[in-house]
């Protein structure tokens, strides 16, 4: 009888694990991270790396627009609290180089133009700074980074199943 019993409650148990949650609220950590999580939003992160057709194709329109929709169905989901991509810094270098102008916030709309954007963007940064972290080598394939909030694993899992297709 007690067999049974344990087999018709085992089949109830459901994983989802939140280590953070393991900790009192007195311990350090627990304290970092919720700390963390009410002004950043998020501790955990989920990195994508989407790649282009080819060398050098990350300057593709279609590709960075394809990017864009991307993050842009990313941060509407509500266990998103930040995404960042190197999207968002084509659309600002776009913006800066019309006068700050906020009509022209969006990408460049040609392959030439984001590549010149892209090459202004890297020797403007300071030594030992550049864009590995984000951009693989050969130009074909970028990260987005994705900060999400503290969640359990069935949440989390959900989240990046869903981001897959």
């Given at each position: 009888m007690l067999v049974l019993i344990g087999a018709a409650l085992a089949s109830r148990n459901v994983l989802?694990?939140?280590?953070?949650?393991?900790?009192s609220y007195n311990i350090p950590v627990r304290v970092a991270t919720d700390l963390?999580?009410?002004?950043?939003?998020?501790s955990?992160?989920?990195?994508?790396?989407l790649p282009a057709k080819g060398p050098g194709a990350i300057a593709d329109p279609e590709y960075l627009q394809r990017l864009e929709q991307f993050a842009q169905w990313l941060r509407q989901q509500q266990e998103v609290?930040?995404?960042?991509?190197?999207?968002d810094i084509f659309?600002?270098?776009?913006?800066?180089?019309?006068?700050?102008d906020d009509a022209w916030y969006r990408l460049p709309e040609s392959r030439e133009l984001?590549?010149?954007y892209l090459l202004l963007y890297e020797m403007?940064?300071?030594?030992?700074?550049?864009?590995?972290n984000q951009i693989n080598v050969d130009k074909?394939?970028?990260?987005?980074?994705?900060?999400?909030?503290?969640?359990g694993t069935r949440v989390f899992r959900g989240l990046d199943q869903r981001a897959q297709q």
């Amino acid at each position: 009888m007690l067999v049974l019993i344990g087999a018709a409650l085992a089949s109830r148990n459901v994983l989802n694990d939140n280590c953070i949650q393991y900790f009192s609220y007195n311990i350090p950590v627990r304290v970092a991270t919720d700390l963390l999580e009410r002004r950043i939003g998020g501790s955990d992160f989920i990195e994508y790396s989407l790649p282009a057709k080819g060398p050098g194709a990350i300057a593709d329109p279609e590709y960075l627009q394809r990017l864009e929709q991307f993050a842009q169905w990313l941060r509407q989901q509500q266990e998103v609290a930040h995404v960042y991509t190197v999207s968002d810094i084509f659309k600002r270098l776009n913006r800066n180089m019309h006068n700050d102008d906020d009509a022209w916030y969006r990408l460049p709309e040609s392959r030439e133009l984001a590549a010149q954007y892209l090459l202004l963007y890297e020797m403007s940064l300071p030594l030992g700074l550049d864009l590995n972290n984000q951009i693989n080598v050969d130009k074909s394939s970028t990260r987005i980074i994705v900060t999400v909030k503290n969640l359990g694993t069935r949440v989390f899992r959900g989240l990046d199943q869903r981001a897959q297709q």
